[in-house]
């Protein structure tokens, strides 16, 4: 077989990705077990696998997290990535991808779960990296394999290429024909398959396939378009490096059949690897990794581990690495290594050194974060590839329910962060809350799990404060004075406030038109910062914007006066005249971008008025087929679970976007209720 008679060409990294709940963890166990990395495979449902090892994932039973494990497969090292397939969870996934070498796709002829394959086919496709489609559960297929094919192609932008056929047996599948091979193999469970005879009406399908197969190929290949015009069969071993060619090229997507629950098809899947996989010299061209004789690696995930601190998974693009060798990171700072551990579920496994091409875990390297480039050189390296978190969809205001732990919450948050950069943590100011934020419901949930699990800290959480202000429609002028004595000197500010509206989204402005030094210069900046006191909470409970305040008037004492006299009497000024003022309660609008499946667009507009949203309009994704953009504006009080509404009307492919863009009245009814809980709440 061409494919298996060449030299073993160094260790390669490769990711399992798909929709969520499609087999990966289950074919990362079928691989391990197939290969003898693992005695026998581990089960998700019984809490036995490798890939979701966290007390999340498997209380859970699904990915929350990436994990790595190593194998070898006919003399070459494979180090798998199995990433998480909901898109919860998915900055593991784009963050690891710039490392891999090729992608396996591990999906079922679901049509609902299109959406889902779609966006990670298009990550794979925008950063150039070789993909294999793995076709799961065909033993539960209701389809033909042309009917689930074409099902399928919509979601990818390059031909998905039928490598195999299933072998039929009345209404179930026994086995396949492997078309570049020209061989028949029926499947025996938790065993290789049996290679039988090709003949009768397997063979006539095997032909039809296989022409349909060359003819993809001929696309990018006149040689094979003559042979093919020509009826001459091309040479085995030119097909495969055909197939290998187009693969890198990212011309085609080959599509392999099996069951990973029965460990049907890993066999073949290792094997078309094995020949048609790039290796590292190949990912790091794609990255544009510079030739150095240094060590250079990319650093794709960060764990806090309970006994063994920081480790940096990390893809060794070139060079050697020794234990205890100080590495430059492209973010800045320098770190020496304490540990190189194989990446084989647990991390426990030290290594000596790493060559160009393995997978590893650095331990305690405190100035790298992932993303980073490091190298050993003397000089920072420069950055090759990123990836931005997807921003957050979903908060929650935590705090540690005993006081005596809020440092050690900060500290356990900054790690969350730290591992997983699509959290963030942002402290608000007005309430002094510290708000989570997150891709979705589990998203926050595991990470709260984790802060109790992982890091001692027990929480409690509730709805993030909304920004509600108030404001005002009357004008006024209100006189302020502070007096008091108590022996020695006393305390004497006294000042007239002009108190006036203004237009929406002013904001706050100060001035001064005092004549004849009734209030002395020196004291004006006081009396402003009086004022600023005053609005930190109006007559309804909220801060105070859109109103100009003007100091007119006042009176000063040679002795008693002074600048926190002013600061008094201008408080007590605004407090005493905003009352009179009329206030009006204010909520933040935000504008709200939706990118949803079409055939979800009518649920999505359904949701958004019902949560008091006005559309503004829709229109089809740019460059997406089959998705829709829908913009509206809502009120932020009704944006803070829309997440959870959109993901359940979209199979969990939906997601949106916000942005301020003005404050607008709430009167009646509404602006009761809302007051009323403020005070209750307060």
Same mark, same amino acid.
């Given at each position: 077989m061409g494919q298996d008679v060449r030299s073993p060409r160094g260790p390669r990294c490769i990711a399992l990705v798909g929709p969520f709940q499609s087999g990966k963890t289950t074919l990362l166990e079928a691989i391990l077990a197939r290969t003898g990395a693992i005695p026998r495979a581990g089960s998700v449902d019984a809490g036995t696998s490798v890939g979701d090892a966290t007390p999340e994932a498997r209380h859970h039973k699904?990915?929350? &997290?990436?994990?790595?494990?190593?194998?070898?497969?006919?003399g070459d090292s494979y180090t798998f990535l199995d990433c998480p397939g909901s898109v919860e969870f998915a900055h593991d996934m784009r963050a690891a991808l710039p490392a891999v070498d090729a992608a396996i796709v591990v999906c079922e002829a679901d049509e609902k779960k299109l959406p889902q394959l779609q966006i990670i086919l298009r990550e794979l496709e925008e950063l150039k990296i070789p993909r294999f489609l793995f076709l799961n559960k065909i033993d539960r297929a209701n389809k033909r394999i042309r009917e689930s094919l074409a099902m399928l192609q919509p979601a990818s932008r390059v031909p998905l290429v039928l490598r195999q056929i299933p072998i039929w047996k009345g209404e179930l599948i026994e086995g396949f024909v492997d078309l570049a091979l020209e061989r028949a193999f029926i499947y025996r469970e938790h065993k290789a398959s049996e290679v039988i005879a090709l003949d009768g009406g397997n063979l006539d399908r095997e032909k039809e396939a296989r022409f349909s197969m060359l003819e993809k190929l001929a696309d990018h290949d006149d040689a094979l378009m003559e042979q093919l015009l020509e009826d001459i069969q091309p040479p085995r071993d030119a097909v495969f490096d055909d197939l290998a060619r187009e693969l890198r090229d990212g011309l085609i997507c080959p599509v392999l059949l099996g069951a990973a629950a029965r460990e049907n098809g890993v066999l073949r899947l290792m094997k078309a690897l094995r020949h048609e996989a790039p290796d590292i010299t190949e990912t790091a061209k794609r990255l544009g990794a510079p030739e150095s004789k240094d060590a250079l690696g990319f650093v794709f995930k960060t764990l806090h581990s309970q006994h063994g601190g920081k480790l940096s998974l990390t893809r060794l693009l070139a060079g050697h690495l020794d234990d205890g060798a100080?590495?430059?990171?492209?973010?800045?700072?320098?770190?020496?290594i304490s540990g190189i551990l194989a990446v084989s579920g647990a991390y426990d496994s030290k290594r000596a050194s790493a060559e160009a091409g393995d997978t590893v875990a650095l331990a305690k390297l405190d100035a790298v974060k992932t993303g980073d480039t490091v190298s050993s050189g003397k000089t920072a390296p420069a950055a090759l590839k990123a990836s931005e978190p997807t921003p957050p969809v979903l908060a929650i205001s935590v705090a540690a329910t005993d006081r005596k732990d809020d440092v050690k919450l900060g500290q356990a948050l900054m790690r969350l962060h730290e591992e997983d950069p699509s959290l963030v943590i942002v402290q608000n100011a007005q309430t002094h809350d510290t708000v989570l934020w997150g891709q979705g419901e589990m998203h926050l949930r595991v990470a709260s799990e984790r802060l109790s699990d992982r890091f001692g800290v027990k929480i409690t959480s509730h709805p993030p404060a909304i920004g509600y202000q108030e404001t005002i429609r009357k004008p006024i002028t209100q006189r302020g004075r502070h007096k008091k004595q108590s022996g020695g000197h006393g305390q004497f500010g006294d000042v007239v406030l002009d108190i006036r509206p203004l237009p929406r989204g002013e904001g706050f402005k100060f001035a001064e038109k005092v004549v004849g030094g009734a209030v002395p210069r020196n004291y004006i900046g006081a009396v402003e910062e009086g004022v600023v006191d005053g609005l930190a909470r109006g007559p309804l409970g909220f801060p105070v914007t859109d109103l100009q305040v003007t100091l007119t008037? &006042?009176?000063?004492h040679s002795v008693d006066s002074s600048d926190l006299a002013f600061r008094t009497a201008a408080r007590v000024g605004l407090n005493e005249g905003l009352p009179q003022c009329q206030s009006v309660l204010l909520e933040p609008i935000h504008v709200v971008e939706i990118v949803c499946p079409t055939d979800a667009t009518a649920k999505i507009?359904?949701?958004?008025?019902?949560?008091?949203?006005?559309?503004?309009?829709?229109?089809?994704?740019?460059?997406w087929s089959g998705w829709d953009c829908v913009r509206a504006m809502m009120p932020e009080a009704e944006i803070g679970e829309l997440i959870v509404e959109l993901r359940s009307a979209t199979a969990g492919a939906g997601s949106f976007t916000r942005q301020f863009d003005h404050m607008a009245e709430v009167t009646g009814r509404a602006a009761d209720q809302i007051i009323a809980a403020h005070q209750h709440a307060a």
């Open positions: 699904m990915t929350v &997290g990436l994990t790595a494990a190593t194998t070898s497969f006919m100080t590495l430059q990171s492209s973010s800045g700072g320098a770190s020496r008037d &006042g009176s000063y507009n359904a949701i958004l008025s019902a949560r008091r949203g006005q559309i503004l309009g829709f229109d089809t994704r740019d460059g």
